[in-house]
């Protein structure tokens, strides 16, 4: 039987709750009022070993080409009708699916957004929703998985991008990725930190050129046929002239590879092409890139490029650049020249954020409208850190006279902190931390939060991932060394003012008192 593909990405791209929760709605006519729900994340990443102290916003464009082009039609409610309870009765009445048909779409809601490629940090609201109940309530499935995957893998890939000094890296990750998650996370590889991808057809799509070698199998097959490795690098290189970047490791890298990859190199430099260089792909990656460098020197070729692949990630990557550091000058080889000729090939840690694979992203409602002003809303727990910070709010970035940022703050919809001369910054959850800054102390506060969609029409249009990215180094460039350190990030502070730390006691004493 032949399936459409469209009924697993479109309208019922969402979790079946969604759905049941929406018909309660619509049957207590509840549908239309108008709520507030708030996206964001309770924690860094933490990978182990290390841990983020930042993160990288991605995915918000693809979430409003969903949104833009989804809604409820004959097909959807079809399915929706065989549905049945446990009693055999239909799960889904008629009178709601009517409505769903009329109006499931994303017409009515409005979002706010952090813009891609910024910054981001826990407890901030990175996309603020706000529209008809039932509606807003159908958006939570797949705005979650849209944004949580992007942000976690440009977060990782700004992190291996840092790490290797911002030199060139390219995204390897395709074999490795989660099924159609492939184009999504070279997408977010781009915008966090990689300078191309291997996946052709999402490379054209975003408008990059693709960029690979070639892969063991190659020299293999030269080898099984009588040419040997040498046979196998000078057709690659008699093919592309004027690209040939040449696997090194299939034998022997310092005894075979590199020795052939030279005489081939000499060879296209007498015809007058350039050799693009090599790439070490197993073993002691630091020490091979020494020798590598060495003997390409010798060679007369100090320009070539030496790229470094194999479950490559931004501590590995680090320890490889301290140990070149550490070692190279023994070989006669200096340092930060080789440093600054590295190509760094990541793909399987980068691709699944190895070490840590799903970004705690939450959707919550925050507020009600009624009586034309919004009602806060808040969600108790035993843990401190997950109670929610409730009502219509607005997000700031605050920056000191090193035009370092210090903190991000929620205020209630109503505050400007530009306007004051003293902010008083309230930890979420702690009642004892706080801290006082005055206005001198202060550079610049900045709100976060841009108009995005006004009853479902879109006012901001995204910018191109080279905005995005030139965003995302500005943002890195603010922040202190600390909170960037791969190793036991320092804590970025995330702050409520004084007025919504007071409404947010006053909720919470009013609910336990109810309950």
Known sequence: MKKDHKISEGALFTDFYQLTMAQLYFHMNMHEKQVQFDYFFRNYPDYGKHKAGYCVNAGLEWLLSWMKNTRFGKKEI???KKEKSRSGKRLF??????????NGNFKHINLQAIPEGRVIHPHIPIVTAWGPFAMSQILESSLLNHLNYQILIATKACRIHEAGRQKTMIDFGMRRAQDKGANAGARAALIGGADFSSNAGISYFLGYRPKGTHAHSMVQAFMALGHGELGAFRAYADVYPDDCLLLVDTINTLESGIPNAIKVFEKLKKKGHKPLGI???????????IQAAKMLNSAGFPDTRIVLSNQLDELVIWQIINQIKNESSRYGVEADTLINRLVYGVGTHLITSKGDAALDGIYKLTAIRKAKRWIPAIKLSESVSKIINPGHKKAWRVYDKRDKAIADLLSTDDEDPRKKNIIRLRHPFDAETHKTLKKSD????????????KD????????AIEKMRNSRQKDINRLDAGVKRLINPHVYHVSLTQKLWDLKQKLIKEEQKGG
Do not use: N, Q
């Not at 070490?280 to 020490?287: E, R």
């Not at 479902?456 to 910018?463: A, D, H, Q």
């Open 78 to 80: 079809k399915y929706l």
């Open 93 to 102: 009445s008629d009178s709601f699916l009517k409505w769903l048909e009329k």
């Open 279 to 289: 790439r070490l792909d197993s073993g002691d990656l630091a020490y091979l890139s």
């Open 442 to 453: 202060i550079r610049e506060v900045e709100p976060l939060l841009m108009d995005i969609l």
């Open 456 to 463: 479902g029409k879109l006012v901001c249009e995204s910018p």
